[in-house]
């Protein structure tokens, strides 16, 4: 396909080593990877649980920090044809909408940052991943992988087949077999206490709503309530209105499934009357158990030929909008490490050298989500008062 990365030239007249990797895990973190060591001239082969490339996600929304990368990346243009670009960032009282926060966004994070801030269908920024990573990787649906030798390194896939390797990568979800295995004991993901209701509503049913069509026609909106709040933005260049609702958890049923959306508007009952309208215009709405994980130690193996990337390390709570931003930055630093190789016995310090870059950063991006539940759930009181008089008076400063 194509050899060395332009990013990452190799020293003068060393030449570029191609290595086998196994990426395990077809998410945007594990695409996202895979895309740039394939791109860079290694076989890399992405292992993935499910027969096809689907996202049940709804909106997700991608900072500059991502946008910028996708951008460097040749995506960029792609991401703008199918994303929304949010003018404001509202945050407001749940019970009345009063806006207590307000943030300019559109051309200021362009100019501040060099890069947009978009809203984008989930599924459509996996398919643009997966359509620019496709040419360069060898792509095994129906794989699951059920252990990793990391000694060899080599799979074990459900089907018995053994896959031996040289480098494998563990972007395998928050739910992750790999990081059991460099754990060295049975992992599991906690609960949070939080769960998040997500459905989307055809912009076209707002806009016969003035007061609906205002939101159409404003940036993301986030409503903070006690225990709960609910963001809300468009995405599909505005065809779509992407609704969040976070609420509290009743048990630790971790599966996604479909929920009774009556149950859905009794939990937002406090909630001003347009959530009330939104929530009238819905008729099927998934919701998903919000796990958590303790910071790692070390995201690479001991024996240094097994590292983990995205939320198979660092899963963390939605409310920076920042999990999948992590897992491409992992893979922006791991694709431009490893596409400096230029003999084997420097795979460990590389490995080494990801995780010294990427773990300080993730570890606070999932420290500040948690601090974020603190923030947006309070309940009505003085610390709730003192949080929207001090968002009130950043507001003041933002608006001269
Ligand atoms: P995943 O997307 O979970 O992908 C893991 C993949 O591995 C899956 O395809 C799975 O099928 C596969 N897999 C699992 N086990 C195996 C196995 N044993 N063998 C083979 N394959 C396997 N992030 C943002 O940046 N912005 C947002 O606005 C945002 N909003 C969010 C809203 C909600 C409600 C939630 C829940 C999350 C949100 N996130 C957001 C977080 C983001 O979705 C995740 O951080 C991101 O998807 C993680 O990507 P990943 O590639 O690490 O893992």
């Not at 989307?200 to 806009?207: E, F, G, R």
């Not at 929920?259 to 709405?285: H, I, T």
């Amino acid at each position: 396909m194509q050899t060395t990365s332009k990013e990452a030239p190799t020293k003068a007249g060393d030449k570029f080593l191609p290595l086998d990797i196994a990426v395990v895990g077809a998410g945007l973190g594990g695409l996202a990877a895979a895309y740039l060591l394939g791109r860079a001239g290694h076989r890399v082969t992405v292992f993935e649980a499910a027969s096809t490339i689907t996202d049940v996600g709804a909106g997700i929304q991608l900072s500059p920090n991502v946008t910028r990368l996708l951008a460097r990346w040749g995506l960029g243009e792609k991401v703008k044809e199918l994303a929304f670009v949010p003018q404001t960032l509202s945050l407001r009282r749940y019970k009345n909408g009063e806006v207590v926060g307000w943030r300019k966004w559109g051309e200021i994070m362009e100019r501040d940052y060099g890069a947009p801030y978009c809203h984008i269908h989930r599924a459509d920024i996996h398919n643009i991943l997966f359509e620019h990573a496709k040419p360069y990787i060898n792509f095994r649906p129906s794989s699951t992988v059920v252990s990793v030798d990391p000694s060899v390194p080599s799979l074990t896939l459900a089907s018995g087949e053994i896959i031996r390797t040289q480098v494998v990568i563990g972007a395998d979800g928050v739910h992750s077999r790999i990081r059991s295995i460099l754990v060295g004991k049975p992992d599991s993901a906690t609960p949070t206490g939080d769960a998040a209701y997500r459905t989307l509503i055809p912009t076209s049913l707002m806009l016969k709503d003035p007061e609906l069509k205002e939101l159409v026609n404003e940036g993301a909106n986030c409503w903070m309530g006690p225990k709960r709040h609910v963001v809300g933005y468009c995405v599909r260049r505005k065809e779509l209105y992407n609704l969040v609702l976070i609420h509290p958890c009743k048990g630790t049923n971790e599966t996604t499934r479909e929920v009774d959306c009556d149950v859905m508007r009794k939990d937002f009952e406090g909630f001003e009357p347009r959530v009330q309208k939104l929530l009238s215009l819905v008729d099927s709405a998934l919701v998903w158990s919000l796990m958590d994980r303790k910071p790692l130690d070390s995201w690479v193996h001991k024996d240094s030929k097994v590292c983990l990337l995205g939320d198979a390390c660092h899963p963390m709570l939605p409310y920076r909008a920042q999990g999948a931003a992590m897992a491409i930055e992992d893979a922006a630093v791991l694709g431009n490490l490893l596409s400096r190789v230029t003999q084997r016995n420097q795979v460990p310090a590389l490995l080494q050298a990801y995780q010294d870059l990427r773990l300080p950063r993730a570890t606070l991006a999932q420290d500040e989500s948690r601090m974020n539940q603190l923030t947006f759930h309070l309940e009505d009181g003085p610390d709730q008062e003192r949080r929207d008089n001090s968002m009130r008076a950043a507001m003041e400063v933002a608006l001269k």
